[in-house]
């Protein structure tokens, strides 16, 4: 096809040289751009996390380990591991990860059926694999697998004229979801399963999908989960410990002895907390998994009110970044990218400080950068990375839709 001169800025040019300036163009956008402050903050976090874990763990050691810095060298080699990973991802342009979604999909699923034949348990859980030299929990990185295919799925594609959420793409995305919880709940993890659903809900109700739709898979999920109650797939332990929340004296050696012991050691911490190294409750290890699911109340106890106040507006400056450069991207799939990293470390905060101070249920939720795990921490290191490759790409977009449009 002819490529016809065009005026631009009141002067008219001929074919080569308005491809040149939009070659010259591009070189000077390329430059390199990077959202600083979301990057600090995650740092900061992680770094905090470091400390946290080694002050919850010195004293109490787990059988076989009999260096007190066991776990804190442990999670430091995972998070310069995942500052790794995360500076190589910046290399790689997050659009290909639309164009091949379903690759990213059949990865997911294989990874959740290979952890129900190869995996291990814990605490009657069958969701980690053991690689000899370090364990994986294929459920973290089923978020992040989640958002990137629902995003592509949901998001305009270039033989459509309009961005239209159609029906067809909401059924595709449930099914996407669903088939990922369904393979999560067989290992039990009621857990990560409730993260996948409630993001997966607020990324439909943000890509412009009849609210409709939005409504319909709430109520069909809500009338699932009273089928389960009816058929007995449900068991009364996990009942318990998604209710005990409500009333944890009613069991206070069992289901509510984890909940009790997090309000104590919180509470105790009062405005300015008891110092580091100092924590009572935690070195004394009346807090179960104070390392992981309750990794807040040892900031609580040893930080008090304004060190946990001062984490979660850390927290809240890295949720606004992402929500912030996801207004700044040039594509829809790159915009439900970062909404969707943005509603998981939001949705996994809330839940996972919501349970130690007992407003939410206790599902055994993970705090993000702060809470031992290599899973957990590597799979928000490359939710963060994609946040960042589209911050950084975010000006690209828009030259190559010039020159586009220039050929039809």
């Known amino acids: 096809m002819a490529f016809k001169g065009r005026h631009i800025a009141g002067r008219s040019i001929d074919n080569s040289s308005f491809l040149e300036e939009i070659n010259l163009d591009k070189e000077k956008k ?21 400390l946290v874990i080694y002050s919850a763990t010195m004293f109490s050691l787990s059988a076989n380990v009999s260096d007190p810095a066991y776990h804190f060298k442990k999670q430091l080699t995972i998070l310069i591991v995942s500052i790794f990973i995360f500076g190589a991802l910046l290399f790689f342009n997050y659009r290909r990860f639309k164009r091949f979604w379903i690759i990213v999909f059949i990865a ?8 129900l034949i ?12 053991d690689l000899k030299f ?4 294929p459920s973290e990185f089923s978020k992040i697998f989640m958002i990137v295919c629902v995003a592509a799925v949901l998001s305009k594609w270039r033989s459509e004229k309009k961005p239209v959420v159609s029906f067809k793409k909401v059924i595709l995305s449930i099914f996407i979801v669903f088939l990922t919880i369904g393979l999560i709940l067989l290992e039990p993890d009621f857990g990560q399963s409730i993260i996948i659903f409630i993001v997966f809900v607020l990324m439909l109700f943000v890509s412009g999908a009849n609210f409709l739709y939005v409504l319909g898979v709430i109520g069909v999920t809500i009338g699932g989960v ?3 109650l009816k058929m007995g797939l ?40 008891k110092g580091l190294f100092l924590g009572t409750q935690t070195n004394l290890n009346y807090v179960p998994e104070s390392r992981t699911d309750f990794i807040f109340s040892v900031i609580g106890e040893e930080f008090g009110f304004v060190g946990a106040f001062i984490t979660i507006i850390i927290f809240a400056i890295i949720i606004w970044r992402c929500f912030k ?26 839940i996972n400080i919501g349970m130690t101070i007992g407003l939410m249920p206790i599902i055994g939720i993970p705090l993000p950068f702060l809470s031992y795990g290599g899973s957990n921490l590597l799979s928000i290191f490359i939710g963060i990375s994609l946040v960042e490759n589209v911050y950084m790409r975010r000006e690209m977009r828009k030259d190559y839709e010039i020159a586009n449009e220039e050929f039809k």
């Open 118 to 129: 190869f995996g291990y348990e814990v605490n009657a859980t069958k969701g980690w694999i």
């Open 325 to 350: 450069i996801a207004r700044q991207a040039s594509d829809q799939f790159g915009f439900m990218v970062c909404a969707g990293v943005g509603f998981l470390i939001l949705t996994q905060m809330t």
């Open 108 to 115: 997911n699923i294989l990874l959740l059926i290979s952890v």
């Open 234 to 273: 449900i068991q009364q332990y996990q009942l318990d410990r998604l209710l005990i929340f409500l009333k944890p004296d009613v069991k206070p050696e069992g289901a509510g002895y984890n909940l009790i012991q997090s309000k104590i050691a919180i509470g105790s911490g009062k405005l300015f907390g």
């Open 30 to 50: 390329r430059t390199f751009k990077f959202d600083f402050v979301l990057l600090i903050c995650v740092l900061l976090l992680s770094g905090f996390g470091l």
């Open 134 to 137: 370090t364990s994986i929990q």
């Open 226 to 228: 009273f089928a389960g």
